[in-house]
């Protein structure tokens, strides 16, 4: 069992960046592939990106690949979603997400799912 906690969320110019934070519950978070989503108002949830449970391997969306970047400290169970260039389209709430070992595109394949943090974007 895994509790995620997004934070880091807030209001920031275009062109600007955050850095979200996704704690982790757990003594094996280090066993967690873990990814992050983001739902804008009105549109389907859509993957970001998920880094492996060691942290040796990521993958992205085709559509934030470069801007967008993920990693983690399996030592502080906290896995980072650093967001740069930020555009009004990138408003939304984003959710990070866990599953054992291996990263995937599909929000089905994690069971563990944060409460999300709000993310806006002023132009």
């Known amino acids: 069992q895994v509790q995620l906690v997004e934070s880091g969320g807030g209001l920031v110019q275009a062109g600007g960046s955050l850095r979200l934070s996704c704690t982790a519950s757990?003594?094996?978070?280090?066993?967690?592939?873990t990814a992050w989503f983001r739902q804008a108002p009105g549109k389907e949830r859509e993957f970001i990106g998920s880094?492996?449970?060691?942290?040796?391997?990521?993958v992205y969306g085709d559509s934030l690949k470069g801007r967008f970047t993920i990693s983690r400290d399996n030592a502080e169970n906290t896995v980072y979603l650093q967001m740069n260039s930020l555009k009004p389209e990138d408003t939304a709430v984003y959710y990070c997400?866990?599953?054992?070992?291996?990263?995937?595109?599909?929000?089905?394949?994690?069971?563990?799912w944060g409460q999300g943090t709000q993310v806006t974007v002023s132009s």
């Open positions: 997400a866990a599953r054992l070992w291996y990263v995937s595109r599909a929000m089905p394949q994690y069971p563990y």
């Open positions: 757990g003594r094996t978070f280090s066993s967690y592939a």
């Open positions: 880094i492996s449970a060691s942290g040796g391997y990521t």
